[in-house]
């Protein structure tokens, strides 16, 4: 969802020339086309011939060319990609947790991050300081959630 939180796309989104505001029609499909095929997206690289609506071509040598697996040694660290979108988004639902309408939570949740996240750095081990900033471990579900591959649920 982050990225797409209508209150703050549309305070930026402006036509160039009149400065209208993002269209309500616009933002539903915007809103719409986020989270499109996501689930054929996540598993493109896996079990794309049992899962993909549209078939691979023939010719479409997909793995043989994706340079990342043979590259050497970087098969391993091609999973931290997902990763990384796990954390993100899971550290993101702490701010969708505290309130997006509430300044007040938005503000303290972000100084809470500040002060693990960006202060503790490397200081510490990565998962030791993600479980201090949510005070959990991670999460996929706000990833989940946010392809639309999970229903969205009332937030406080």
């Excluded at 949510?134 to 996929?140: A, H, W």
Aim: glycine share 8%; charged share 25%.
């Amino acid at each position: 969802m982050y990225g797409f939180v209508k209150d703050t796309l549309v305070s930026i989104a402006k036509h160039y020339q009149t400065g209208e505001s993002l269209p309500e029609e616009v933002y539903l499909k915007l809103l719409a086309a986020r989270t499109f095929r996501a689930g054929s997206l996540s598993l493109r690289q896996r079990v794309s011939r049992k899962t993909q609506v549209i078939p691979p071509l023939p010719e479409d040598r997909f793995l043989c060319g994706f340079n990342h697996i043979f590259a050497g040694g970087y098969a391993a660290g091609y999973y931290s990609y997902k990763w990384a979108e796990v954390l993100s988004a899971d550290a993101f639902s702490a701010f969708e947790d505290a309130g997006l309408n509430d300044s007040k939570a938005v503000k303290e949740t972000g100084h809470k991050f500040r002060e693990t996240v960006l202060a503790l750095g490397g200081g510490k081990a990565p998962l030791e300081v993600f479980v201090v900033f949510r005070g959990r471990e991670p999460s996929p579900e706000a990833l989940l959630r946010h392809n639309g591959l999970l229903p969205v649920t009332a937030r406080t």
